[in-house]
Structures are given as structure tokens and as C-alpha cells.
Nanobody
Framework: QVQLVESGGGLVQAGGSLRLSCAAS????????MGWFRQAPGKERAFVAV????????YYADSVKGRFTVSRDNAKNTGYLQMNSLKPEDTAVYYC??????????????????WGQGTQVTVSS
């Protein structure tokens, strides 16, 4: 069992930054890939970024490349999503997710077994 608790969401002006955190409890954190997804009202949950268990491999959706950075601190059992140059279209509920995998990473919601509660990110014009 893995439990994920997210924090760091809020309201920011376009061009601003936010850092989301995802604190994990349960089994060894480094055994799990961590993905980030977001869901806007009326839209399907969409992939944002992922980092593998070791932290050596990352992958981003085209919409956030160059603006978002995913990282993790396995000693603290915490993953992070640094969001810079935020745009109004980034407004959504953001979720972290985990899947057992020491090496690989995944980019679809169905690949993940554990989910955080979500945190609202709102970017004003």
C-alpha cells in the first residue's frame, strides 16, 4: 500500500510559479515511478510529467516542456513538480500518482495504482 498526499497548489498570476509536493508513505519510495496528471473541469485527466524510481529518467507532455520540472527526493519520500511560466490553460486539479517500477515510467492514468487527493492550481490572466 502506498499513500500520497499532495500540497502546494494555489492561485497565481500568469507567468508565475508554483511548486507542488507529493509526500509518500508505505513501501520503499524508490521502487515506484511517480507521475503527475491534471484535470480541468469537463476534461479528461491528462498526463503532465513522470519520473522513474531512481530519478534518472523524466518525460514531459509537450504542453509543459521547458516550463515544468519533475524531481524527487527519495530520502524524504517526496516528489515535486516545479511549475514555471504558468499560463491560464494550466488551471486544473493536479494529481500525483505512483506505480511499482524501479526502472520504467508510464504516461497514462490506467498505468498507475495509487493516487494523491489532488490540489487545485489556478492561474489568472
Amino acid at each position: 500500500q502506498v499513500q500520497l498526499v499532495e500540497s502546494g497548489g494555489g492561485l497565481v498570476q500568469a507567468g508565475g510559479s508554483l511548486r507542488l509536493s507529493c509526500a509518500a508513505s508505505g513501501r520503499r519510495f524508490s521502487d515506484y515511478a511517480m507521475g503527475w496528471f491534471r484535470q480541468a473541469p469537463g476534461k479528461e485527466r491528462a498526463f503532465v510529467a513522470v519520473i522513474n524510481g531512481s530519478g534518472q529518467t523524466t518525460y514531459y507532455a509537450d504542453s509543459v516542456k521547458g516550463r515544468f520540472t519533475v524531481s524527487r527526493d527519495n530520502a524524504k519520500n517526496t516528489g515535486y513538480l516545479q511549475m514555471n511560466s504558468l499560463k491560464p490553460e494550466d488551471t486544473a486539479v493536479y494529481y500525483c500518482a505512483a506505480r511499482f517500477s524501479r526502472t520504467y515510467y508510464y504516461t497514462t492514468s490506467k498505468d498507475y495504482d495509487y493516487w494523491g487527493q489532488g490540489t487545485q492550481v489556478t492561474v489568472s490572466s
